[in-house]
């Protein structure tokens, strides 16, 4: 009897640490805090770029460094873009055109861990008016700015007012960093999942967590396919088995009518797939391999089927 | 392994007296642990009294809005205030004003990041020509604020206007806790500069939020929030829910001049901005960012810190409701 009294008192102490744990208290964050309000620049020491000046270039601040727990006190609410997908650390300084303090731009080096995650916060924010620019494999500009990736790194030049030669001098700048950190071969296999033909020109996104809202889905890769008058979003993601694959497929399925989405009872495209029609338009989704695929969103289900008939030859050819 | 001579040695009444023991034993446990159980909590600095906001609105003036289409922001602010019955319904002769803008990023005012320095002259001097007393403009940019406020040019058009400009530091933060709030509970605001004040105007442009949404009249009061406030950004819509219960100014100034329509809060490129060419002023900061939406080619109830804070009586998500007056200017 008072074994069973004691372990009731262990159940009821677990089950109130268990609910209390839900009751978020940020202010204890603050009383543990030293200081409440930072006036000055938190960031740790960084080791700055001049080395990698053009003659056009002079520092206009010092070089700052933000890790993740302080990436949000210079970005704000995108901090979580870059978290969310591998962030390790972000270095910047600001730079003026020589004798122009109003010419000013920044430079932002973000240290992703790796090629794909510096491609992913690349892709995700890539800006509808961008202009190719020769500097690595995945590099743009726009009529302020320039972004590429580099290896593990991706980076952003912002400047305050366009202008030739402050573009000019990022660029000089942009290639001396990638002298001075270079990036091996930046390839991406998965990118050649989706097929050339009708492929709408850099739109490769990579999303490196809860892609569509799933949170299984990781490191799922997309790209717009050109069919008809409609861009359809393909997308193909590889895991580390066949197994794995179908029952990824299946628990997006699954995931897909539980939020609404309504079974289509059609002959399905490729074979096996499954196919619903959401608040968002067509879905498909198949396995082939160790690779789950399919459309998302495709605003009719003919143009769902040929897209993802179309992705699942690629995915085939890429077999042999 | 059980002793056998306990076995042997126990009846009745010893296995009633060691009950009676245990029980005890977890009474006293039980009372100990009431006894020392804090229910508050640790207080944000054992020094400190937790403080609220006066409440800035004002009841006689309603929930009234205009909404002014045009280019040039310091006329269409001019108009729009015009259109509400002018600056001095909101300012009085004497009032000590404060200008909570946006000042969260060391960003030119060409990427739109930031309130736009003219726009902050622009209501400063009209503050004080109707006669305000002083008039203070501040933000908490948290990174590096000087630098936040020299940049986007704010520290420059207020002081050329003849406002002061508040840079925060640490003994400017008191804790304050809003009545019935999950995240504001002891929190660090930016309540200093609030002592003597008798009016608030928030100026925020209009911009895409990478976790919100979007970031306008409501959200620009995180920057009152000091400490490790980046913990907000998981319940972002509780929070600024909770702001904009904390936070009841005289007016709120959106300006959707330039809009920033991708890759927000910080943009970058002049790619992410569009001349959406409006101003809104509105006594109801739940209507100002209800409008302020659809400029981002969003509806209100695609928002949920709108619809919360309507569904929490802040404010009107039906901004026609308020019959905003409607001009331009060329």
């Known amino acids: 009897m008072v074994g069973v009294a004691i372990l009731l008192c262990l159940v009821a102490a677990a089950l109130g640490v268990f609910v209390k744990q839900f009751s978020f208290n940020p202010a204890v964050l603050v009383a543990t805090s030293a200081a409440p309000a930072k006036s000055a620049p938190a960031a740790p020491s960084a080791a700055g770029f001049s080395a990698l000046l053009p003659a056009e270039l002079a520092e206009f601040s010092v070089p700052e460094k933000f890790d993740a727990d302080t990436l949000s006190d210079k970005i704000d609410g995108k901090a979580d873009l870059y978290l969310t997908a591998g962030f390790v650390h972000m270095r910047c300084q600001r730079f003026a055109l020589k004798g122009s303090a109003e010419d000013w731009m920044e430079w932002f080096v973000y240290d992703m861990a790796n090629l794909p995650q510096a491609f992913s916060v690349f892709s995700l924010q890539r800006r509808a008016e961008a202009r190719s620019l020769d500097l690595t494999e995945f590099a743009y500009r726009t009529r302020n700015a320039l972004f590429f990736v580099c290896g593990r790194n991706y980076i952003e030049a912002v400047a305050a007012a366009p202008g030739d030669e402050m573009m000019n001098a990022m660029v000089a700048l942009a290639r001396n960093f990638v002298a001075a950190n270079p990036p091996g071969e930046m390839r991406l296999p998965e990118l050649d999942l989706f097929p050339k033909e009708n492929l709408v020109p850099d739109s490769h996104v990579l999303q490196i967590a809860t892609a569509f809202g799933f949170d299984q889905f990781k490191n799922v890769f997309s790209a717009k396919c050109k069919t008809g008058d409609a861009d359809v979003l393909a997308f193909a993601t590889v895991l580390a088995s066949p197994d794995a694959a179908n029952a990824l497929r299946d628990a997006y399925h699954k995931f897909l009518l539980a939020n609404g989405s309504k079974e289509v009872a059609a002959e399905p495209v490729p074979a096996g797939a499954r196919t619903v029609e959401s608040f968002d338009g067509t879905e498909i989704i198949f396995s082939r391999g160790k690779v789950v695929a399919g459309v998302h969103a495709a605003p009719n289900i003919e143009a769902a089927k040929r897209v993802a008939a179309a992705v699942e030859r690629q995915i085939a050819a890429m077999e042999k | ?330």
Not at chain 2, 63 to 75: F, L, P, Q
Not at chain 2, 102 to 115: E, V
Not at chain 2, 233 to 249: K, S, Y
Not at chain 2, 274 to 280: C, G
């Open chain 2, 1 to 330: 392994m059980t002793d056998p001579r306990d076995n042997a040695a126990l009846n009745r009444r010893d296995f009633l007296a060691r009950a009676a023991k245990s029980g005890v034993a977890i009474a006293a446990a039980a009372g100990i642990g009431l006894w020392l159980h804090d229910r508050k909590g640790p207080a944000a600095d054992a020094g400190e009294k937790a403080v609220s906001l006066p409440d800035f609105s004002d009841a006689k003036l309603g929930r009234r809005m205009s909404i002014v289409t045009g280019a040039d922001r310091v006329k269409t602010v001019n108009r729009a205030l015009h259109a509400l019955g002018g600056i001095e319904q909101f300012v009085k002769k004497g009032d000590r004003v404060l200008l909570k803008v946006n000042a969260a990023f060391a960003s030119p005012p060409s990427l739109s990041a930031t309130t736009h320095p003219d726009l902050v002259a622009a209501v400063a001097r009209l503050c004080l020509a109707t006669g305000a007393a002083s008039v203070i403009v501040t933000d908490n940019p948290i990174n590096d604020p000087q630098s936040c406020f020299r940049l986007s040019g704010i520290a420059k058009a207020a002081e050329s206007a003849g406002a002061r400009v508040v840079v925060p530091n640490e003994a400017l933060f008191k804790p304050v806790t809003v009545a019935g709030a999950k995240l504001i509970r002891d929190w660090p605001v930016l309540s200093e500069p609030f002592r003597g004040i008798t009016k608030l105007i928030g100026i925020a442009p209009v911009k895409d939020h990478h976790r919100s949404g979007a970031s306008m009249t409501m959200k620009n009061w995180y920057g009152l929030l000091g400490g490790a406030r980046n913990v907000f950004h998981q319940d972002i819509h509780t929070i600024i829910l909770e702001l904009a219960t904390m936070v009841r100014p005289t007016l709120v100034i959106l300006d959707g001049t330039t809009t920033m329509m991708t890759n927000g809060p910080t943009g970058g490129s002049f790619d992410d901005l569009k001349a959406t060419n409006t101003m809104i002023v509105s006594t109801d900061q739940v209507a100002a960012d209800a409008f302020g939406a659809t400029l981002l080619g969003k509806t209100a109830a695609s928002l949920p810190f709108i619809t919360r804070a309507a569904a929490a009586g802040l404010g009107t998500a039906d901004y026609e409701s308020l019959n905003p007056a409607r001009d331009q200017v060329n």
